[in-house]
């Protein structure tokens, strides 16, 4: 059974430029939350989808968006991007109790 | 904010020994504390929770202990082993927060064969 997959793995961008990050929960969760993880701290709350509608949303600009579409995917989009956007980006899914979040190995994005 | 933090960034100790990591949180009204375990290049890994109403948990050789007087919250593994080596979090949950995790900052388990 896969667990939850997420694309691209690494990723060099340029300041100011845009990206868009993916993930693909397990099959049959239907909330998916993403998180930052800057190196040597703790992951922190980002953006949380629940049957394509955000049900949280942490302290982070509006440079961050993101979406959940029909089959429970999820895109991530941050714009302008800033050298302090470096980090490791988890999504995480789960099934319906408040528990059980599964994460996925993250997309390592750098910014230069 | 309130934050979940941890007392120890890295910890080292010798295999077959047993391992005690420590967390302080402040938010009183979590309704659950987990452990994760996060090795290099993988997201984090669910370990145990713990309600907020209970003061002790027992997995396969992980304990996890929660004493609310003092807001503190602690991980024990026995008999540490090689594949214990990883970065430990600790999380809380609250309802009224959308059930969204906060971290604390890590501790590193080095185990020392």
């Known amino acids: 059974d896969a667990g939850v997959t997420q694309s691209p793995t690494h990723l060099i961008k340029t300041r100011g430029q845009q990206v868009t990050l993916r993930c693909s929960p397990i099959?049959?969760?239907?909330?998916v939350s993403w998180y930052q993880q800057v190196l040597g701290q703790g992951p922190q709350f980002i953006f949380q989808y629940y049957e394509k509608e955000e049900r949280g949303r942490g302290n982070f600009p509006d440079r961050f968006s993101a979406r959940q579409f029909p089959n429970y995917s999820s895109e991530l989009n941050v714009n302008a991007l800033l050298l302090g956007d470096s980090a490791l980006y988890l999504c995480a899914s789960r099934l319906d109790s408040p528990l059980g979040y599964t994460f996925g190995s993250g997309t390592r994005l750098t910014v230069v | 904010g309130e934050s979940v933090g941890l007392h120890l960034p890295t910890l080292s100790v010798q295999e077959g020994d047993n391992s005690i990591i420590n967390c302080a949180y402040s938010n009183s009204a979590s309704d659950y504390f987990i452990w994760y375990k996060q090795e290099s290049g993988k997201g984090p890994q669910f370990i145990i929770d713990i309600r907020s109403n209970m003061d002790k948990r027992q997995g396969q050789r992980v304990t996890v202990l929660l004493n609310k007087t003092v807001k503190h919250l602690s991980l024990q593994i026995a008999a540490t082993q090689p594949g214990d080596s990883a970065v430990y979090f600790c999380?809380?949950?609250?309802?009224?927060?959308?059930?969204?995790?906060?971290f604390g900052g890590g501790t590193r388990l080095m185990v020392k064969p």
């Open positions: 999380a809380e949950m609250g309802r009224n927060a959308g059930n969204m995790l906060t």
């Open positions: 099959s049959g969760h239907k909330s």
